[in-house]
């Protein structure tokens, strides 16, 4: 299954209905597309091109919604934990730490990275299936809230690390409850066959396990099935499940007084309404609300998605055959998830005249020696000039925090909106940097001079 809504050809959404679906874009007729009160023209004339340009507000509003629909389901306590893997600029984790969001990290630098933008480590929680003993040191030593475990080999690790520090750390034990979360096969994490979590029926023995172990304070569970899920079927079967295995734990004897419920709710990347809020929290509150469980959340994607453009300008336009190709600056190492997973993602004209011109299909491709470096196939849009800039929508999440340098590209700038006002949040890498931190052996060095 694709990482996307199913979009055919003559489905497919034209650039003004895929504006008309985003309240943080809206075409102005001499500005161009404007993102909150800016217009996306004046960034990629300050800043060139690829840029990537990300939303406060958008944010901040998507907060907000999520936070009223768990308030509508009568969960206003659930904790709020970002998935910093999304989108891990300090800038971004800054909007997040003032809305008093925590952080879902999943290495010792994501760990770093959000502390370093102002999220206490009591907001901090540690997920992910390798953890490094150097991992857990460094958690441990921060006092961060609690750690998601994946195994018992990693209860023994853990064990060890808190008693060498003298603390008592609180986790909880991330089980794999083989629901299929119905998405892209490379982003579901909650079938049997995936390598995340504890196997459902191992799970009481391995939370019985870690009561013993010193040092190690097991407080529940947490479950995470997958990214980018559109039905809330799948939640309904994985919260119910984490309700049964709640209630034998209780019945065991043990104390089970907070659920990690993960994230992955999903965007509609074309223009449809997407997946309902008050669904999510519906089926969370049915299945867990009347448990006396603390409820942590770990959204990602949802939050920031839709908040992000990449600019890009046209290089040139040409026809290969029966095929039609606009060729933009901006490449699959700069957003890798069409070339990954197949991905859809709306693209539109920023110029209000580009946009009114009359459609064509055409590929749209980036310079990458790759064929996959395609962001769409037979796509409507208009005759765009060379230097026309274009917008792809949703790149928010997944995007820069994914690009490479492949083909020495450097990586590209960054610009956060809030209002009508904007700010550089990291420069264009400069070429020189791309070879910075390497060194040429002296041998190689001497054999590559000219001879006197």
């Known amino acids: 299954m694709a990482d996307h809504d199913s979009l055919s050809l003559a489905a497919e959404p034209d650039s003004a209905a895929l504006i008309a679906a985003r309240p943080n874009l809206a075409m102005d007729p001499a500005a161009g597309l404007m993102l909150e009160g800016v217009p996306l023209a004046t960034i990629a004339r300050d800043l060139g091109t690829p840029c990537w340009v990300y939303g406060a507000g958008t944010i901040r509003a998507r907060l907000a919604a999520l936070r009223d629909a768990l308030r509508g389901a009568g969960l206003a306590q659930a904790h709020i934990h970002y998935a910093v893997k999304a989108n891990d600029h300090l800038a971004i984790l800054a909007v997040m730490a003032a809305e008093g969001a925590g952080a ?247 110029s209000a005249a580009d946009a009114a011109g009359p459609a064509m299909a055409a590929d749209i491709v980036g310079p990458v020696c790759e064929t996959g470096d395609t962001f769409a196939r037979d796509r409507m849009l208009p005759p765009l000039r060379p230097e026309a800039l274009v917008a792809i929508l949703d790149a928010g999440a997944y995007g820069a925090v994914m690009s490479s340098t492949y083909n020495a590209r450097p990586l590209a700038a960054a610009a956060l909106v809030d209002g009508t006002r904007f700010a550089v949040i990291s420069p264009r890498q400069e070429i020189a940097a791309l070879w910075s931190r390497e060194t040429v052996p002296e041998w190689l060095s001497d054999a590559a001079a000219p001879s006197p």
Not at 157 to 165: D, H, I, Q, T
Not at 274 to 284: H, R
Request: hydrophobic share 50%.
């Open 104 to 350: 879902d990290v999943v290495s010792a630098g994501e760990f770093r990275r959000a502390l370093r933008a102002g999220i206490p480590a009591s907001r901090i929680v540690f997920s992910g299936v390798g953890k490094t003993v150097a991992d857990l040191r460094v958690a441990v030593a921060e006092g961060i809230a609690q750690i998601n475990v994946e195994s018992r080999e990693e209860l023994a690790m853990l064990s060890a690390v808190a008693e060498a520090a003298g603390r008592v750390v609180d986790l909880v034990i991330r089980v794999n409850p083989d629901v299929d979360a119905e998405t892209h096969a490379k982003i579901t994490t909650g079938r049997a066959e995936n390598k995340f979590g504890i196997a459902w029926d191992e799970a009481e023995a391995v939370y019985a396990y870690a009561a013993t172990l010193p040092g190690l304070r097991p407080l529940g569970l947490a479950v995470h099935i997958g990214s980018q899920i559109l039905s809330m079927t799948p939640f309904r079967a994985a919260f119910g499940r984490v309700a049964e295995l709640v209630t034998r734990l209780r019945a065991a004897g043990h104390t089970v007084s907070r659920v990690d419920c993960g994230g992955g709710i999903g965007i509609p990347y074309g223009a449809g309404a997407g997946p309902s809020l008050e669904g999510f929290a519906a089926a969370l509150a049915e299945s867990l609300g009347s448990l006396g469980l603390d409820l942590m959340l770990e959204p990602g994607r949802w939050l920031v998605a839709p908040a992000g453009v990449l600019l890009a300008s046209v290089v040139l336009a040409k026809q290969t055959g029966s095929r039609r190709f606009i060729v933009l600056d901006a490449a699959m190492n700069d957003l890798v998830r069409p070339a990954m997973y197949d991905a859809w993602h709306g693209i539109v004209p920023v």
